[in-house]
């Protein structure tokens, strides 16, 4: 094996990206329409964020996804980005050609062009991704409204089973693992779902560091208590959680990872927003309603049960 | 010591950067008065880039400089910034109060307002910063004319004098020693001058990566050749390099991280340059000029030596 050098890497990328400029300019300069920047970063850690079986590739496109997952909830299209990585000093020419593929991939898919970035030498891979769009404003974590309807954009729960499965070789019924696995390794934010309906939204939040941390997030910026009345997950994942011994509420409250989000809507937009889901193909839930008060609670059985944030969080 | 989680982390970010929106919505989102948007992101990593006696401190700040020396070196002030950590699981509040410090003296010094940023567990600590201005234009690296002059800021070869005592143990006179570490532990790029004398620069290009690769990349994007005939030291560094058995011309041409940059004028403008460096109290040297051709040589006794790119790169 040839040992690669930060020029040969440079190369690399400025091929898969199709981007000449990759690192041959001081900083980047780009047009922004509209009068306000928006931005996003987040980064991808080999140790805590790369579980097993997962390709390169698909982690370089989950970190992208991550960043388009919030501007998705924010109702903003993500138009350029930066992408910074650190690879040990032994990779393999094939493993960064891997990492900048599913770049690639992600830009196209999101329609993303790439400015720029750095390449580093570290003890492990990381990807940090930078995102920018442009808007007059953004969707609130604040806003929601006293009967105000709570959806989510897809069930929950495959995600936490899929890395439990990943992580701890656990089995399943072929078809659940199969869907479960794919959640972690491919998940689709709702990007056109959240740009189409913005208007209509009062306030939205990406999910993915939990369900139970961006619910008491919004309850607790908006000042009202949030109640959640229906379900939010399907049946094979009942199965699932029985078959393995797993509490289903943590496999959809806490799990995380799934870059789907909330949205509170006024009821008199509800018919608007469930046409545009299915012209969309995007499966969306109502969970529940806003109402005065403060917290989030569960209504099961006509008990309300506090519903705490027990999200990810690192270093825990 | 009590085991910190990432809302600690980031309660401490919060206080110490005066930003109570540090991580509280999905996307940061700005104003930029111009036109375009100037960004760039560099990336600290400990095993690589954070010598031995250098504090946490000093390693936030230098990641932030890295940033500020390529807007200083096109002509533009950064006003945002976006910040991402990654620290072991098992790091003191006390070196992550540190790392916060470094931030917010550096943003103070620089005049940069933090936006947000990310926080996360890895095996190592990484700094990531990525920083935003506004212009409707950079200085290029490309657009040096035949005749231009060609200036640097501040001398060089301490910092890789410096890097070489830090990572050797080496010693040296007091004085040289303490110059030399201070070069590599508390850069401090020629920002304003950069801003001030913008409208003169035919071309500018930072110097970090090293100041050969700098000039051949300068020259190799006006399709121009590069003369160097002045001496871009200082006496004490002759002094410590005879003492030190060391090649003057690699601590001068490929030591890099000097923070420094590298210009080109048309010779009229050179009298008002050299006034507002004097007014600025930034030390300028005129390092040679720009003629047809390609490449970039070292002019020495009549003679002209060709100075390769050999400069920083990762993964050599």
């Known amino acids: 094996m040839t040992k690669l050098d930060e020029s040969d890497i440079i190369k690399i990328f400025q091929k898969k990206l199709g981007n000449k400029n990759f690192v041959s300019e001081d900083v980047e300069i780009f047009k922004l329409s509209k009068s306000k920047v928006i931005a996003k970063t987040d980064t991808l ?21 991550a960043c388009v997952s919030d501007f998705a909830a924010k109702g903003i299209r993500p138009q350029y980005g930066i992408i910074s990585v650190n690879f040990p000093s032994d990779i393999s020419r094939s493993k960064i050609e891997d990492a900048a593929n599913g770049f690639r991939k992600a ?6 062009s790439i400015l720029g970035g750095d390449t580093n030498e570290g003890r492990e891979i990381v990807f940090n991704v930078c995102l920018f769009g442009s808007s007059d404003g953004i969707i609130p ?16 729960g495959y995600t936490a089973a899929g890395l439990d499965i ?26 056109s779902f959240g740009i ?14 939990g369900l139970s941390t961006t619910l008491n997030e919004m309850a607790k910026q908006s000042k009202k208590k949030f109640v959640i009345t229906n379900s939010l997950h399907k049946k094979d994942l009942e199965t699932h959680a029985k078959m393995q011994k797993l509490n289903i509420d943590n496999l959809v409250f806490h799990g995380g990872e799934e870059y ?37 609670v569960l209504q099961r059985n006509n008990k309300e049960i506090i519903l705490k944030d027990a999200g990810w969080k690192h270093f825990r």
Do not use: W
């Open 260 to 296: 789907e989000f909330v949205f509170t809507i006024n009821p008199k937009h509800k018919q608007t927003v469930l046409k545009n889901a299915r012209l969309l193909k995007t499966p969306i839930i109502e969970i529940g309603y806003v109402t005065a008060g403060k917290g989030v």
């Open 107 to 112: 830009c196209k898919e999101f329609g993303i």
């Open 196 to 209: 189409r309906n913005k208007r209509y939204f009062s306030s939205a939040m990406d999910s993915s560091d």
């Open 166 to 191: 990943l992580l701890h070789k656990k089995s399943g019924k072929r078809d659940f693992v199969k869907k479960a696995v794919q959640s972690v390794l491919h998940p689709k934010p709702p990007m």
């Open 45 to 65: 850690v080999e140790s805590t964020d790369i579980p097993p079986k997962m390709k390169l590739s698909d982690a370089a496109r989950k970190s992208i996804v």
């Open 141 to 156: 974590r604040r806003g929601s409204k006293n009967k105000d309807l709570i959806f989510t954009t897809g069930p929950f």
